[in-house]
């Protein structure tokens, strides 16, 4: 194995500090979304549902490792993956997972550091390139799989959140029609751990990937494993308790716009919101698609509330959130390709 105290070497350690540095923010820029629900529900405590989120999160990361190896070799040229490029792009997904975090907007970590990958890659390319668009530059990213993985999941996730929350609580509104609101508030309360619990385990399958497949990408770069070859067992170990430790920490800013400002919510919602999200994010695990957990969601969240009436729902809260998740991948590579820039210059 190479020196990894001289040269590349160096930057490869501080890519992999960096890298679980983000999941740990990651852990807690992202408690919300297996959490608020069952918090502001009152049927867990804080305390409670953060150990609980933390635990299920170290073990849904130990069950896939297929949006990792998507990362790590799907997004970006591998040869264009240098370890400036990938240091650059954790940095840039850090600073944006922490200004959003900042002023409780609930973005989506994945696309920051997808988005600051992407910018930091077209900034290499810059270089390398000499400002050559076609064949050039724009030839460093893998767009079928940006478009396929990335932006087409982008939008359509939290719509189908929508349709499948909605869909949930149109039925449970069915079943327990004739059935005392007493009686049916606690039933829900006793089955909404298990929702938020299936919730966190999803959360710890598909978001504990991402640092998974950047730092694989950087022992790549470095030719310690090949470009095959998935995340090795001492990778998924530190992020999965990176993000575990992070998500114990707790991220009650943004918790309090999901569980509170879209909508109020009863035992039964928070059941059908996070029964919606799993099951979506569970799919999209399986399909290689590194969603995002905060959009899908808050999508399940909206579909619940709109099983109400549409003015159960805080469009206002809605429209800002979407906002920010379109803003997320460009801010976030513009941010990751400043960093590439300064880094392209510090060599």
């Known amino acids: 194995m190479p020196d990894l105290l001289h040269g590349g070497g160096l930057i490869l350690v501080f890519i992999i500090i960096a890298a679980l540095a983000f999941d740990y923010i990651n852990g807690f820029h992202d408690t919300a979304n297996a959490i608020a629900t069952v918090i502001s529900t009152r049927v867990l405590t804080p305390r409670a549902a953060i150990l609980m989120a933390a635990v299920l999160n170290l073990w849904g990361a130990f069950c896939s490792t297929k949006v990792a190896q998507m990362i790590?070799?799907?997004?970006v040229d591998t040869h264009?993956?240098?370890?400036?490029?990938?240091?650059?792009?954790?940095?840039g997904g850090i600073v944006w997972n922490l200004i959003t975090w900042k002023y409780g907007?609930?973005?989506?970590?994945s696309h920051a550091l997808i988005g600051a990958l992407v910018g930091a890659a077209l900034v290499h390319g810059l270089f390398i390139h000499h400002g050559v668009l076609v064949g050039g530059v724009l030839s460093v990213v893998k767009w079928h799989g940006v478009i396929d993985k990335v932006v087409l999941p982008l939008f359509c996730s939290p719509i189908i959140g929508f349709v499948l929350g909605l869909a949930i609580m149109y039925a449970l509104l069915a079943i327990f029609a004739r059935s005392a609101p007493g009686r049916v508030s606690s039933t829900f309360r006793s089955l909404q751990p298990f929702s938020a619990a299936w919730m966190a385990w999803n959360h710890g399958m598909n978001d504990a990937q991402k640092s998974m497949g950047i730092?694989?990408?950087?022992?790549?770069?470095?030719h310690i494993i090949p470009v095959v070859a998935g995340p090795p067992t001492w990778v998924i170990w530190a992020c999965a308790i990176a993000m575990a430790l992070g998500t114990s920490a707790g991220g009650f800013r943004i918790m309090k716009t999901m569980g509170q400002k879209i909508i109020r919510l009863e035992p039964i919602n928070g059941?059908?919101?996070e029964s919606a999200a799993g099951l979506v994010i569970f799919f999209s695990s399986h399909?290689?698609?590194?969603?995002s957990t905060t959009h899908v969601i808050a999508g399940s969240i909206f579909g619940v509330g709109a099983s109400k009436r549409a003015s159960a729902v805080r469009w206002g809260v809605a429209f800002s959130m979407i906002a920010a998740w379109v803003l997320t991948l460009p801010c976030a590579g513009a941010v990751g390709g400043l960093f590439a820039f300064l880094l392209e210059h510090m060599k």
């Open 287 to 291: 399909m290689q698609m590194p969603v």
């Open 105 to 109: 907007i609930p973005s989506s970590s």
């Open 80 to 91: 264009i993956a240098t370890q400036q490029v990938i240091l650059a792009a954790v940095l």
């Open 271 to 273: 059941f059908a919101a």
């Open 72 to 75: 790590s070799s799907g997004l």
């Open 215 to 222: 730092i694989t990408m950087a022992l790549i770069s470095y």
